[in-house]
C-alpha cells in the first residue's frame, strides 16, 4: 500500500507518527545520539534514549525540540528523515504530504522552521497545525459545531489550552511548563530535601509511580538510588508520594492558572457549552494522578481524560489528513 500522507506529533518528549488506516505506527523519544568525533548520527529514539545519562564524552545525547519547538535545526531534520522513511517503509521514492503538530504559541519564525525542516526532510507538502486542534480532533470533539469545546493538552515541553468553536481557536494560552519541568522539580526537590543527586530518567519514574496533583491519605513510598551529594557515593533513600505532590506544586499552579486565563477570556455563551460539557484533557501530562480533579476543583468546570491521551494529537493528525476539506479552516498554513 502506498502512503501519500503521514501526521506527525513532533513532541518535546515524544515522536509519534500517524498513518492514516494503519494508526499509530511509530512512537519514540525525541532523542538522537551524534558522535563528537565525525559529527554523524549514531541512534534516534529509543536507541538513543537508552543512553541518556550514560553516554561518554565522545557521545552527545541531543533532545532536539525545547519547550515543544525546534531547538536544533539540523537534528530535528535528520530525526524527521528517519521517522518519516521509516513509516514509509521500503516505499521512500514517495513524497508524501506532512501534517505536523505545533504549539498554540509558535512563532512565524518558529513556525517557517517546521516547515522547512519537514520539506528538506522528504515531505511533498507540509501542513502545520495548532496541538490544541489536532489533540480536539483525536479526543473525538465536534470541533466545527458552532458550541465550545475545551481541550488542556499537557505535553513534555508546553501545556495548551483552546477553547474551540467552528472550526477556530476562539481564546488559547500556551505555558512552557510540562512533562520535563515536573521531572525537573522532583529532581530539584530531591537534591534539596535528601541531598540526593539523580537522573532524568529516575525523575520519570518517580513522576509515573508517585506523582499526584492532590496529596493522598493513603501514601505510597519508592526507594531510589542516587548520588550523595556530601559524600559522592551512591545512596539509597525513600521517598513519598505527597513529597512528590509538594514537589510539582508549583509546576501544576502554572497550568491551572493558565487554564483560568483561556476561561476568563472565553465568551459567555461558549462558557456556558464548556460547563455543559465539560474540559477535556490529553497528552502524557493527562497520566498524572489526581490531574483531572485538581482542574475541576480549582476552576469550578468538570475535568475529564480522554480516551487515549497520550495518542490524540497523533491521531488528530490522521483524521484531519483523511478529511482535508472539512477540517481545512483549521490549518494553520501549507507549504
Known amino acids: 500500500m502506498f502512503i501519500r500522507k503521514i501526521g506527525i506529533d513532533l513532541g518535546t ?21 551524534i558522535s563528537l568525533e565525525n559529527n554523524h548520527i549514531l541512534a534516534i529514539g ?15 545525547v541531543s533532545r532536539p525540540m525545547k519547550d ?38 509558535i512563532t512565524s519564525t518558529e513556525r517557517r522552521a517546521v516547515v522547512e525542516a519537514t520539506i528538506k526532510a522528504g515531505a511533498k507538502n507540509a501542513y502545520i497545525v495548532k496541538e490544541p486542534v489536532l489533540a480536539a480532533i483525536g479526543a473525538g470533539l465536534h470541533i466545527n459545531e458552532p458550541v465550545g469545546n475545551m481541550i488542556i493538552d499537557i505535553g513534555g515541553g508546553t501545556s495548551e489550552m483552546a477553547v474551540i468553536s467552528l472550526g477556530g481557536i476562539v481564546s488559547c494560552a500556551s505555558v512552557r511548563v510540562g ?14 530535601k535528601h541531598n540526593l543527586s539523580i537522573g532524568e530518567s529516575t525523575s520519570e519514574i518517580i513522576k509515573i509511580k508517585l506523582g499526584s496533583a492532590l496529596p493522598q491519605e493513603e501514601e505510597l513510598s ?45 465568551p459567555p455563551e461558549l462558557i456556558a457549552d464548556i460547563m455543559d460539557k465539560g474540559m477535556v484533557l490529553s ?16 476552576t ?12 490524540c494529537v497523533a ?14 479552516r483549521s490549518i494553520m498554513s501549507k507549504k
Do not use: W
Not at 13 to 33: F, M
Not at 46 to 60: C, R, S, T, V
Not at 300 to 311: D, F, H, M, N, W
Open 13 to 33: 518528549a515524544n515522536t509519534l507518527v500517524y498513518v492514516p488506516k494503519r494508526g499509530v505506527v511509530i512512537n519514540e523519544p525525541t532523542v538522537v545520539a
Open 46 to 60: 529509543d536507541e538513543a534514549k537508552k543512553m541518556l545519562g550514560k553516554a561518554p564524552d565522545i557521545i552527545f
Open 68 to 105: 515543544g519547538v525546534i531547538a536544533d535545526y539540523r537534528i530535528t531534520q535528520a530525526m524527521l528523515r528517519y521517522f518519516i522513511g521509516k513509516a514509509l517503509n521500503r516505499f521512500h521514492f514517495i513524497r508524501p504530504d506532512v501534517m505536523v503538530s505545533v504549539p498554540a504559541g
Open 179 to 192: 512533562g520535563d519541568k515536573i521531572n525537573q522539580s522532583i529532581s530539584d526537590y530531591i537534591r534539596k
Open 222 to 266: 519508592l526507594k531510589i538510588k542516587g548520588r550523595d551529594l556530601v559524600g559522592g557515593l551512591p545512596k539509597i533513600v525513600e521517598v513519598k508520594s505527597n513529597e512528590i505532590t509538594e514537589a510539582i506544586s508549583e509546576q501544576l499552579r502554572e497550568i491551572v492558572k493558565t487554564c483560568k486565563t483561556v476561561l476568563q477570556s472565553t
Open 283 to 298: 497528552g502524557g501530562g493527562a497520566l498524572l494522578k489526581n490531574l483531572d480533579n485538581l482542574l475541576t476543583e480549582s
Open 300 to 311: 469550578g468546570v468538570s475535568c475529564r481524560i480522554a480516551k487515549e491521551p497520550l495518542l
Open 315 to 328: 491521531k488528530g493528525t490522521g483524521i484531519a489528513l483523511e478529511n482535508l476539506g472539512i477540517y481545512k
